[in-house]
Every structure is written in C-alpha cells, then in structure tokens.
C-alpha cells in the first residue's frame, strides 16, 4: 500500500522568502505521479506542480518547484518569494500508474506568510 | 460552467437522516471523483467515475454511501441513515483526459454536519 507523510503540521513563513515543504512518499510501484495542492480557507484545492516518476528534470512551475529524490523518496515542494496570499494549507499526494482515479494524500503543512 | 460546483455548499443533518450531495464538473470532462476529508486531515478517496461509468468505489466506507452519474455529466453522492462518523467535507472533482500527469480541477466541497 501507498503511503504519503508530511511531516511539518505548521509553518511560519516572512514574505518574499522561500519555504520548502517536506513530503515523502512510500511505494513500491515503479510508475507513478506526485501531486501538489494548496487548499485555501475558501475549501477549493488548487493544483500547484506536478512530478512524474520518470520525469529526468525536477518540475517548476513560476513560483513553485519540486525537489525530486527518487532514491530518498521524497518530493519536496518549495515555494520562492512567499506572497500573503500563499497562506494555505498543501497537499502531497500521489498517483499510482494502475490506479488512475485514485490520488493518495498526506495530512497537508498549514504554512502562515506573515508580513 | 468555469469550474467544479457543488451544492450545496452547507448541509445539517440528523442522524439516519439521508442526505443528497451534488457536483457539476466542469463541461467536457469524462472523469469525476468524490473525495471525503476529515477535519485537520487530508482527502481520503471514495470513488471514480468515466463518463457515467463507476470505474472504481473502493473507497465508499460502507454500502450506505452510493454515486451515480446518469448521464455522464452531473453525479449525486448519497449517504443513507447519516451516522456521526460522516461529518466531513465531501469534495468533488473532475478532470478532462486520462492521461499521467492529468490534474484533477477540484470543487469548494459540501461540509456535512450530522448532529
């Protein structure tokens, strides 16, 4: 079975720095997808970055990048030049190949921006 | 329409009250899943549908909770003699092809209270 742990329940963050959310993951498939979302107070989870398992480049998307060790198993999301508006909680979840509808997800990281 | 909508978006209940949850997906897309999320924890899937198909309910708690998508488009999650236990926030998402790095467009979510 495939397990997802985030490790940091909260964090503080000062605008306009950089904050690394940790996420490490469990499988023993040899395919599968890596997921960041970010679930605002409003309730809507919003895709941020995704990572496959064969990807050779770690994932970026503006603000947002993806450290993938595969070795390690880990697939940490950091996010550069932290804006209030990055105040949410993020999810790591994950795909597995033959379980296409079906996304995994770790408990989230609340991250607070503070001025 | 622009995005996933769900209604309603606020729903009490008495307990072995049965209660009807209802997602729009956004025009087009084939696939639709329900997830539940639990206060402080991240969504747990309950079922995947393709087109009007049930692909996969694996994740349905007991036979008290049915999905349908008759036609394909809107799907209705229902939950029969509503227990304590399925106080959650009932999100609904969909997504247009079925492909890896496909990401799933989430909806604002039903929070459901049983007293």
């Known amino acids: 079975a495939q397990k997802i742990t985030q490790t940091q329940p909260g964090m503080f963050v000062q605008e306009k720095e950089a904050v690394t959310l940790d996420c490490t993951y469990d499988?023993?498939?040899?395919?599968?997808?890596l997921f960041w979302y970010k679930q605002p107070s409003s309730g809507e989870m919003i895709f941020l970055i995704y990572q496959g398992s064969y990807d050779q480049q770690n994932a970026t998307e503006g603000r947002y990048s993806l450290n993938f060790q595969k070795a390690r198993k880990s697939a940490n999301l950091v996010i550069s030049a932290s804006q209030l508006g990055d105040s949410a909680m993020y999810f790591c979840a994950m795909r597995p190949t033959d379980s296409w509808g079906k996304l995994q997800f770790g408990a989230g990281t609340q991250v607070v921006v503070t001025p | 329409g622009a995005g996933v909508s769900q209604s309603p978006r606020y729903k009490v209940a008495k307990r072995g009250q049965d209660v009807a949850l209802r997602c729009d997906p956004i025009?087009?897309?084939?696939?639709l899943f329900w997830y539940q999320q639990a206060l402080g924890q991240g969504p747990e899937f309950l079922t995947y549908?393709?087109?009007?198909?049930?692909?996969?309910k694996s994740g349905l708690p007991s036979d008290r909770f049915f999905a349908e998508r008759p036609e394909g488009s809107v799907s209705t999650l229902k939950i029969q003699r509503t227990q304590q236990e399925d106080s959650a926030v009932y999100l609904c998402?969909?997504?247009?092809?079925?492909?890896?790095?496909?990401?799933?467009?989430f909806g604002s979510g039903t929070q459901l209270s049983v007293l």
């Open positions: 549908f393709q087109n009007e198909a049930q692909l996969d």
């Open positions: 998402a969909s997504s247009s092809d079925r492909v890896p790095n496909e990401k799933l467009f």
């Open positions: 025009s087009g897309h084939v696939s």
């Open positions: 499988t023993s498939d040899p395919s599968y997808g």
